[in-house]
């Protein structure tokens, strides 16, 4: 190789490491947990005082959100459907979320989820832009996926997925709520809290469906949220995951709130009359020592 | 009387030139998801109040619209002022006026040789919508520059600031970014589309922009006092029109009038034709002698001058019967195109194609970018005509902004309850290419989508013997077509790449027959 050859190669490789899109390593703080995980079910018809309540044995929200603390709560907002067809997750548990999360002493509190129809057609008639519009505090944004945001990303502890691109703000946030709906999904069997994910990856989420289960999984231990609060305030038994026949919904006024994502699953899994071994996003993120699955080694407790 | 030197009159002209122009790319910007379900006001105005499209929409349905009673107002100020819409509220007119400032030299140029073919188009058009062929769309002016807004310069614009705005968020340093950043947020609240949109053969849109506009380099106001069939409109309303100027004739001594004349309204005598001017009273203005005045005169005859010969009046109606014939026999009618998906709510075939003028307010509206001009796939006559392409966009099963926004009737009104009932095809599976059927991989993101409530897809699940040679179980879906109602999001969403597994197909497509006796 000659000199001029070198420099050649050299600025030719130089500039391909320089424009290739920047790829962040994200060492997730998976632990095996020793300790049991705590679960609160609530049951109540008023749903502003149903988050609180459920919230309140795990400290309320003050234990997970700091003074300063920039939060993402992350609904499920992924189709045109209206609050009553419980396709998306109810507005005022949003709402209220949002509001105990401002009164912890966030900075900034956004809220947005990749939509499966048209963006705007989902936020506007799930009725969660106007709920968090109405709170009516700056500091409060529903805002649509900004296309630059996704980042790629290399899942290191993947078993399946080994690189895939997940929102900024996301990956970003001091703490990360995931709150979705429970309802039926015909691929999955039920999409829950690891299903939520879908809301904050890039790319084609198509492709994700081959593989289902164990890619949830691998996501999950890129994003793992500081506190999962599944939506059961009405369920979506069948024809889901859009659904649109109020027939197929019934009303449980239930809440699930806990640490641990895999025991929200695996509970939540149990209102639709299934095991939690039923739906493989759940086993593939035990079997990965993601969290709990078995019901009989959580401390669940009612309110 | 002397006539009054109306000092103000050219300012006050721009005035309203810049307030229609204003008002149509305000309406334009506003072409488009409001929020809600409905479009609060009527977005398609420019449309509603153009005689032409109105007397050609209602010749080729033979009856009367209720939506084209603003034309009325149109027509009624033409036959007081003469024909004042050219110069004074005419978007297209005044972005030639605009442009034209760009050209040097125009201003002294005389006229051009190139006939006065107007007449030939306007007979032409209102000839054909007679005998059941809607050219109108080709020759509107509105029509070709919502069109080529729509199609080219909006999406256009919206990719050229979006892309700068997202270099500098990407690659910039972050002080940079993060003086852009709130300038972009700023734009796309206000004058920036809220999405980028892509249409096909935009070039076809922008050539008949350019044209235009480069006929503006020949001779001023080419289009408007050359080809353009609602001028001639105007100019036969212009006959009867009250405002009259005097003096009749230009003065032996001084042609400046001619020379200064956008419209080219004096012949070669000098005499001034009445149905030409568009009283933009630059003549008024601009006299030495302050001698040109404009009055209403009641029972005074104008110097006119129709520039038609009884030839090419003859001509153009023959051309205007015959077309219509002759695309009567096009294969088009015997063998429609099996993928030509029609919005939701267009009315037949046939009707379809008459009504539609080609306006593109619903593939502006569109909110997922469904809807494409058609090209060639129904004949040269189907060209611009509205069809949803799924795999560039589906249709929202709670949107039916498009019947909104179509000032013809060529899609209907729809409530909701009729929209989600309105079929635009039927989907058929490729068993060869798609995933459960072909690779024994799970998918059913057709069925996932399906926004009918009881889902028009539905799956069995079957034990096969995949690649590696193991029993799997796996759903393999398959359309319930009763209940398919043709959106595409199926075919949209589809996860294999290029032709999707899953297609809309035109349903039961209706042989449309041209009933010649």
Redesign the interface.
């Known amino acids: 190789m000659d000199r001029r050859e070198f420099l050649k190669q050299f600025t030719l490789y130089s500039t391909g490491s320089i424009m290739m899109a920047p790829i962040f390593n994200i060492i997730p703080s998976v632990m095996a947990k020793n300790d049991q995980p705590q679960l609160i079910v609530g049951v109540h018809p008023n749903y502003a005082l149903l988050v609180q309540k459920t919230l309140a044995p795990l400290g309320g929200m003050s234990a997970f959100v700091k003074k300063g603390d920039r939060v993402v709560v992350k609904p499920n907002i992924g189709w045109?459907r209206t609050p009553e067809q419980s396709a998306n997750t109810h507005p005022q548990i949003v709402k209220t979320l949002v509001e105990l999360a401002l009164n912890a002493g966030a900075s900034k509190v956004q809220v947005f989820d990749r939509t499966?129809?048209?963006d705007?057609?989902c936020y506007?008639?799930s009725g969660i832009k106007q709920a968090v519009e109405s709170i009516n505090d700056k500091r409060a944004v529903c805002e649509f996926i900004d296309d630059?945001k996704f980042i790629p990303v290399t899942i290191q502890k993947g078993k399946a997925l080994k690189e895939w691109p997940f929102y900024k703000d996301a990956l970003a946030a001091d703490c990360y709520i995931n709150v979705p709906v429970a309802k039926h999904?015909?691929?999955a069997g039920l999409t829950l809290g690891l299903k939520n994910v879908m809301g904050v990856i890039g790319g084609?989420r198509?492709?994700i469906?081959?593989?289902?289960g164990q890619y949830l999984a691998d996501m999950s231990t890129v994003l793992k949220p500081n506190l999962t609060v599944i939506d059961a305030t009405r369920i979506l038994l069948q024809?889901g995951?859009?659904?649109?026949?109020l027939n197929d919904v019934k009303i449980l006024h239930t809440l699930i709130a806990t640490t641990d994502p895999v025991a929200a699953d695996a509970y939540a899994t149990t209102l639709f009359g299934k095991k939690p071994e039923d739906i493989d996003s759940t086993k593939a993120a035990y079997t990965m020592g993601l969290g709990e699955m078995n019901l009989d080694k959580m401390i669940i407790s009612r309110v | 009387m002397k006539p009054k030197r109306m000092f103000q009159s050219t300012i006050i002209r721009r005035i309203s030139q810049i307030f229609f122009l204003l008002l149509f790319l305000f309406l334009f910007r506003n072409t488009d998801?409001p929020?809600?379900e409905t479009i609060p006001y009527a977005v398609n105005l420019f449309f509603c109040w153009n005689p032409l499209i109105a007397v050609s929409v209602m010749l080729i349905a033979k009856t009367v619209m209720v939506i084209f009673l603003p034309a009325i107002g149109i027509v009624v100020l033409t036959i007081i002022f003469g024909r004042v819409f050219c110069s004074w509220m005419c978007p297209l007119g005044t972005l030639l006026d605009m442009f034209q400032r760009f050209i040097p030299g125009t201003h002294t140029r005389g006229n051009t040789h190139f006939p006065d073919i107007r007449y030939s188009v306007f007979i032409l058009t209102i000839m054909s919508a007679l005998a059941g062929l809607q050219l109108v769309g080709f020759v509107d002016p509105f029509s070709i520059l919502f069109r080529g807004l729509t199609f080219v310069v909006d999406p256009l614009m919206n990719i050229i600031l979006v892309g700068f705005f997202?270099y500098l968020?990407?690659h910039a340093p972050e002080w940079i970014s993060g003086l852009s950043e709130p300038v972009y947020q700023a734009l796309k609240k206000t004058i920036l589309p809220?999405q980028c949109v892509y249409f096909l053969s935009v070039s076809l849109s922008f050539c008949i922009l350019f044209v235009i506009f480069s006929l503006e380099i020949v001779d001023r106001r080419f289009w408007c006092k050359k080809i353009c069939p609602l001028g001639a409109l105007f100019s036969i309303l212009s006959r009867f029109s009250l405002l009259k100027r005097s003096p009749k004739k230009m003065c032996a001594t001084c042609n400046q009038c001619a020379t200064m004349c956008r419209m080219g309204s004096f012949d070669p005598e000098g005499h001034h034709l009445a149905d030409n001017c568009s009283r933009c009273m630059e003549c008024v203005q601009s006299c030495p002698q302050d001698r040109i005045g404009f009055h209403f005169k009641f029972n005074q005859k104008a110097m006119t001058h129709t520039s038609i010969s009884r030839r090419h009046f003859v001509s153009s109606t023959m051309m205007g019967a015959i077309l219509p014939l002759i695309n009567t026999i096009d294969a088009q009618h015997k063998q429609p195109h099996p993928y030509l998906l029609r919005p939701p709510g267009a009315q037949e075939e046939n009707i379809f194609q008459d009504l539609c003028v080609r306006c593109g307010e619903c593939m502006k509206v569109c909110?997922?970018n469904a809807l494409q001009p058609t090209l060639l796939e129904s004949g040269w006559t189907g060209l611009f005509v509205p069809q949803m392409i799924p795999r560039l966009g589906y249709c929202?099963?709670?949107?039916h902004l498009c019947g909104q926004v179509c000032p013809t009737g060529a899609i209907q009104q729809l409530n909701m309850d009729q929209k989600h009932q309105a079929v635009i095809g039927k989907a058929y599976f490729d068993k060869n290419r798609c995933?459960p059927y072909a690779q024994q991989?799970?998918?059913?993101?057709c069925?996932?989508?399906?926004?009918?409530?009881?889902?028009a897809i539905h799956?069995d699940t079957v034990r096969v013997k995949n690649k590696d040679g193991n029993m799997i179980e796996i759903?393999q879906p398959y359309v319930v077509e009763d209940r398919c109602i043709g959106c595409g999001i199926c075919e949209n969403?589809?996860?294999i790449s290029g032709e999707a597994a899953i297609r809309v197909m035109v349903y039961k497509p209706k042989k449309f027959s041209y009933n010649l006796f």
């Open positions: 045109d499966c129809n048209v705007r057609l506007t008639n630059r999904h015909r691929l084609e198509g492709k469906h081959t593989n289902m024809n995951p859009q659904g649109g026949n | 998801y929020g809600q997202d968020y990407l809220y909110i997922t929202e099963f709670n949107c995933l991989t799970s998918c059913i993101v069925e996932e989508h399906c926004p009918v409530y009881n889902k799956y759903k969403k589809c996860p």
